[in-house]
Nanobody, 118 residues
């Protein structure tokens, strides 16, 4: 059974920082592309950042220079360090695991709320 469990969300003032964690089980973590997505009220879910099995990362333009994604394959965990948070970063953040080339191997966590006050 695949489980992705996010933690680290909360309420923070603009300019502050949070670090999200996503602990994975039931998958071969090291070969998965791991990603963070977010969905604000009334908006579509959008990809925030992703990191490949080899450690290559990419980011949405809106978070470049402020957010950093990383992974610890020994702990089956992916992180999202969020700095200089803005009110527009307020959303539910979801962890995603995807195994390239494997049909159906695309999993989601339950989400964690991040609220940035102005």
């Amino acid at each position: 059974q695949v489980q992705l469990v996010e933690s680290g969300g909360g309420l923070v003032q603009a300019g502050g920082s949070l670090r999200l964690s996503c602990a994975a089980s039931g998958i071969s973590f090291s070969i998965n592309v791991m990603g963070w997505y977010r969905q604000a009220p009334g908006k579509q879910r959008e990809r925030v950042a992703a990191i490949s099995s080899g450690g290559l990362s990419d980011y949405a333009d809106s978070v470049k220079g402020r957010f950093t994604i990383s992974r610890d394959n020994a702990k089956n965990t992916v992180y999202l360090q969020m700095n200089s948070l803005k009110p527009e970063d307020t959303a539910v953040y979801y962890c995603n695991a995807r195994r390239p080339g494997a049909v159906g191997a695309n999993y989601w966590g339950q989400g964690t709320q991040v609220t940035v006050s102005s």
